[in-house]
Nanobody
Framework: DVQLQASGGGLVQAGGSLRLSCSAS????????IGWFRQAPGKQFEVVSL????????YYADSVTGRFTISRDNAKNTAYLQMNGLKSEDTAVYYC?????????????????????WGQGTLVTVSS
């Protein structure tokens, strides 16, 4: 069975950094793309960052580009989201999800709707 677990959230001050981890098990991690998503109170669910199995193809939302970095370590079945220069608007519950790479990225485009396996979220709170 597919299992994903996000961790690493916490309380940080604006301008600080945090590293989230997504541990996976129960599926062929190497063949799956990993995505980070978030939802803040009263806000819509949004895509934060995506990484395909090759670790070369990545996507970042405009709001986090230049501040966040997504990565993965296939040997450890783990993906990461390094968050720097955190802002109060980054406050949200962050989730990691997985999708077969062939569905998540093709024809030069990403398909966030293909991410159907989800883990429990981890709360990130940024104080101003």
């Amino acid at each position: 069975d597919v299992q994903l677990q996000a961790s690493g959230g916490g309380l940080v001050q604006a301008g600080g950094s945090l590293r989230l981890s997504c541990s996976a098990s129960g599926f062929a991690f190497d063949d799956y793309a990993i995505g980070w998503f978030r939802q803040a109170p009263g806000k819509q669910f949004e895509v934060v960052s995506l990484i395909i199995d090759s670790s070369i193809t990545t996507y970042y939302a405009d709001s986090v580009t230049g501040r966040f970095t997504i990565s993965r370590d296939n040997a450890k079945n783990t993906a990461y989201l390094q968050m720097n220069g955190l802002k109060s608007e980054d406050t949200a519950v962050y989730y990691c999800a997985a999708a077969p790479s062939s569905l998540a990225y093709h024809h030069g485009a990403y398909f966030p709707e293909s991410f159907g396996s989800w883990g429990q979220g981890t709360l990130v709170t940024v104080s101003s």
